[in-house]
Every structure is written in structure tokens, then in C-alpha cells.
């Protein structure tokens, strides 16, 4: 892919999320997620909200976060958080797991909620605002060039997400580089049955509907462990085209090792 064609493609997912929150602000919902038509694409919109998320996870947070709900699985559960850490949310839209994640870690902990569309991170703003909750934090970036230090984050999740990135062994490599020692990664993201080529899976559906850009379970498997990352773990939970899967990504950060001392 050039420059010229990679810069397109992301205005064009800039622009079309935009979109999504702008619905939200005028009380619909954001009309896509991976169960919609016009965001991410699938079949129907069968697997969405409380199917993720359970009715009393739904419960804690407010309804705009939860209309502009657009991922494809329920990350902050199968990262599970414990009090105290920092999460990483990448894309966090609306804000619907970050919001989750803040709830998770507590007091203690802190949730980010990184984000390249400007309308998104407004509506997560307000969403946390009416949540009630303090330590969210929202940062404006895109996550091929996270905003946050080496080794800060314990854990990173995301929804839906990756699969929409224009240059992702950048994402793979700043996934190695924020995570501490021994963090983990609990991704929720489209992913491709190996049998399906490139071309196949633009045939299934466009970029900005988180089709045509997701990899396969194999090419997934092989960024993480040529990013450094072992215990990687790429698992199909439900079909949303042919051949096309929502998936839950997991992954670990080596632990640091020591370097032995010497006998002096
Ligand atoms: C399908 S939506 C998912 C939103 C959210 N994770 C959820 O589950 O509701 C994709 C989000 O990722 C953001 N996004 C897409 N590409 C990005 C990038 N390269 N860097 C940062 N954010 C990006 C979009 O602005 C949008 O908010």
C-alpha cells in the first residue's frame, strides 16, 4: 500500500467514525458495530450489546455508551482486570470499555482510552462524565504512534479495532513497546480463516466496515510472536460473513530476565 493510499483509507475510517458519533449525539445508535451494516459489517445485529456485554454489565454505564457501541466482543472480560493496573483501550470510540475497564481497575488503577477521531473522543468524554467516573483518561492519537511512555501499561485491550489499521506491524510494535514486562493483551477484533485471501476478504466486505483489513488467524499469530510476544492465542468465537470471524486475541509480554551476575 503507498502513502498516498494508506492516508486515504484512514481519513475515510476517520470520516465514517465521525459519522457514527455524530448519530449517537442526534439519539440513534451509531448504526454499525461488527452486527450492523454501515461501520463494521456483518450479517445482522444479532451479536451486539447485551449478547457482548450481559444486561448487568450494560447497567453500570450510560446509554449513550452504550448506542455507540461498535466492537465485536467483550475485551475487558477476557483481559481480566484486576485492581489496581493500567489498561490501554485501543479505539476506544464512545468509550463503552473504557468505562468498563476504569470500573475494573478501581481507584487504584487507571483506564485509557486512545482514539484518532475527534467526535469519538468527545462523546467518550461526556460518557465518563455522566459514568461518574474519575479515572479514565482519553488521549487523541492513533495507535500505530501510541502517546504514552515504554513499559506503562499493564494491560491492553481493544474491540474491533485493529483490523482497521493501515500499517499494522507499526501497532504490533508499539503493543511490544508500551506494554511492561509480563502485560498482557486481550483483543477483541475481526479475523479471516486462513483459507481466505486478501483478495477473498475484500470480496466479503470494504476496509472501513472492518472486513477487507482484518488479517487471518495465522498472519495474527505471526505479527505477535515476530513482535515479541509469546502465549498467543487467536480463538473464533462467533461467524459474522463466510469464513469471517469475530475473534478474542491474547497475548503476553515476556517478563523481564535478568542478567546473570558474574562471579567476580
Ligand atoms: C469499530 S469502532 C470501535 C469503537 C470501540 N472500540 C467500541 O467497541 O465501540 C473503531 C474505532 O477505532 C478508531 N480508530 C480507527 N483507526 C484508528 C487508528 N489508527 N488509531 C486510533 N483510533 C483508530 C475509530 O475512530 C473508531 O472510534
Redesign the pocket.
Known amino acids: 500500500m503507498t502513502t498516498v493510499d494508506a492516508e486515504s483509507l ?1 481519513e475515510q ?2 470520516e ?3 459519522a ?2 455524530r448519530a449517537v449525539d442526534d439519539g440513534k445508535d ?1 448504526g ?3 452486527g450492523g451494516g454501515s ?2 459489517e456483518g450479517p445482522g445485529e444479532e451479536v451486539a450489546g447485551e449478547e457482548l456485554y450481559g444486561a448487568e454489565q450494560l447497567r453500570e454505564l450510560p446509554e449513550a455508551a452504550v448506542l ?6 467483550n ?1 475487558t472480560a477476557v483481559a481480566e482486570l484486576r485492581e489496581g493496573e493500567t489498561v490501554l ?9 473504557v468505562l468498563l475497564a476504569a470500573k475494573r481497575v478501581g481507584p487504584t488503577g487507571r483506564a485509557f482510552g ?4 475527534e467526535e ?1 473522543l468527545a462523546l467518550a468524554l461526556r460518557n465518563a462524565a455522566e459514568a461518574g467516573v474519575g479515572n479514565a483518561i482519553f488521549l487523541k ?4 504512534a501510541i502517546p504514552l511512555p515504554a513499559g506503562s501499561v499493564d494491560v491492553i485491550v ?4 485493529l483490523n ?4 499494522k506491524p507499526a ?1 504490533f510494535a508499539e503493543l511490544a513497546r508500551v506494554l511492561r514486562p509480563g502485560g498482557r493483551i486481550g483483543i ?1 477484533d475481526i479475523v479471516a480463516e486462513d483459507r481466505l485471501s486478501a483478495e477473498d476478504r475484500a470480496e466479503r466486505g470494504s476496509f472501513v466496515g ?1 472486513i477487507a483489513g482484518a488479517l487471518s488467524k495465522g498472519e495474527y499469530e505471526t505479527a505477535l510472536e515476530a513482535a515479541g510476544f509469546e502465549d498467543v492465542g487467536v480463538e473464533f468465537t462467533h461467524e459474522v460473513l463466510d469464513g469471517m470471524h469475530g475473534a478474542i486475541v491474547k497475548a503476553v509480554k515476556p517478563a523481564a530476565t535478568r542478567e546473570p551476575e558474574s562471579a567476580e
Open positions: 484512514r475510517v476517520r465514517r467514525y465521525a457514527a458519533a451509531g454499525c458495530g461488527c461501520c463494521c455507540a457501541s461498535l466492537g465485536c466482543g475485551p483501550d485501543l479505539g476506544s470510540g464512545g468509550g463503552i470499555d486512545l482514539d484518532m477521531t469519538m492519537g492513533e495507535m500505530e481493544s474491540n474491533c479495532v482497521l489499521s493501515t500499517d501497532v477483541s472492518c
